[in-house]
């Protein structure tokens, strides 16, 4: 894997142009796969490790969303948060970069094998360690401060109120960047993070087009609309209606959309079957599904 590695030196070309903006830029950024492309917007989207499903939902369908509109996500392959941001970027056929806090040549969290592979195809994964330094604990709040400053904006999705979530957000701040946090419940410990950050001047994210908006990233959101032009012809019958009408971010059982709609076990498997198969539901674990998509018809 070695002869794979690509070496940016801080004072030759190709170093990120961004980082250079840092006082403490690293010396040298490791990268398999490539560096983001600087013509092209980029958000980090971060957040907690332990996270909620909502939490994980919301990151991999902003990711998604946002990848459509022709945004980078940068983020730290992290399990969590993090891992459902680089999965919703891959899912929308974009491109997603991890920063490590050890060398490009490990695999950490090993939970995260399957991307760490396929964004060496679909975007790079990064560092400022040299090869073979393993994952320690302290190089992780390092190695926040190049999420944040590769990226012109920073979405935290859920945190607790110390988080290592809200140390990127910190840099940001002190980078220039633009912050943005996704509301949650009062009284939520996973949603404390995010509520502090907006009561200190977050913009709050409720959904993807305000990030779009803030960032005057929209002239890209006429992408999303020719990507989900097939979507917008969509009519749903009655039945698929009714149960897209009871889907949303949090995972619903079977059982309990058969309670809420009234509907035969064979017609609600139907509908969830066709719903799934035109992208306005995902089975998110077995005979658990959600919302995906925004209903255009």
């Keep these: 894997m070695s002869e794979n590695?690509?070496?940016?030196?801080?004072?030759?070309?190709g170093y990120p142009k961004t980082l250079l903006q840092l006082p403490d830029a690293p010396a040298r950024i490791y990268v398999l796969g490539e560096l983001p492309d600087p013509t092209r917007p980029a958000i980090a989207i971060v957040g907690a490790r332990n996270c909620s499903s909502y939490g994980k939902n919301m990151a991999y369908e902003y990711a998604r969303v946002l990848t459509k509109a022709g945004v980078q996500v940068i983020s730290g392959l992290a399990r969590g948060v993090d891992a459902a941001a680089h999965a919703g970027a891959l899912a929308a056929g974009g491109k997603t970069y991890g920063v490590m806090g050890c060398g490009v040549d490990f695999?950490?969290?090993?939970?995260s094998r399957n991307l760490y592979h396929t964004m060496q195809q679909q975007g790079g994964i990064l560092s400022e360690f040299s090869p073979g330094t393993p994952p320690l604990a302290y190089h992780f709040p390092l190695r926040n401060r190049i999420i944040s400053g590769l990226s012109q904006a920073v979405l935290v999705v859920e945190a607790k109120e110390k988080s290592g979530s809200l140390i990127t957000a910190d840099a940001a701040l002190e980078q220039g960047r633009t912050v943005f946090a996704l509301p949650g419940r009062a009284g939520d410990l996973l949603s404390e993070g995010c509520n502090r950050l907006i009561y200190q001047g977050a913009i709050p994210a409720w959904k993807p087009e305000i990030i779009l908006e803030e960032m005057k990233w929209t002239k890209n959101e006429e992408k999303i609309q020719e990507n989900f032009t097939e979507e917008k012809k969509i009519v749903l019958a009655r039945e698929d209606d009714l149960v897209y009408s009871c889907l949303d971010l949090n995972p619903k059982a079977v059982s309990q959309l058969q309670d809420e709609t009234g509907l035969s076990s064979g017609s609600l498997l139907k509908s969830l079957y066709y719903l799934t198969a035109k992208d306005l539901a995902r089975e998110?674990?077995?005979n658990y599904y959600i919302r995906t998509e925004k209903r255009w018809a």
């Excluded at 590695?5 to 070309?13: A, D, F, L, M, V």
């Excluded at 695999?107 to 939970?111: D, E």
């Design 5 to 13: 590695i690509k070496i940016y030196k801080k004072t030759e070309e």
């Design 107 to 111: 695999c950490y969290p090993t939970s």
């Design 284 to 286: 998110v674990w077995q």
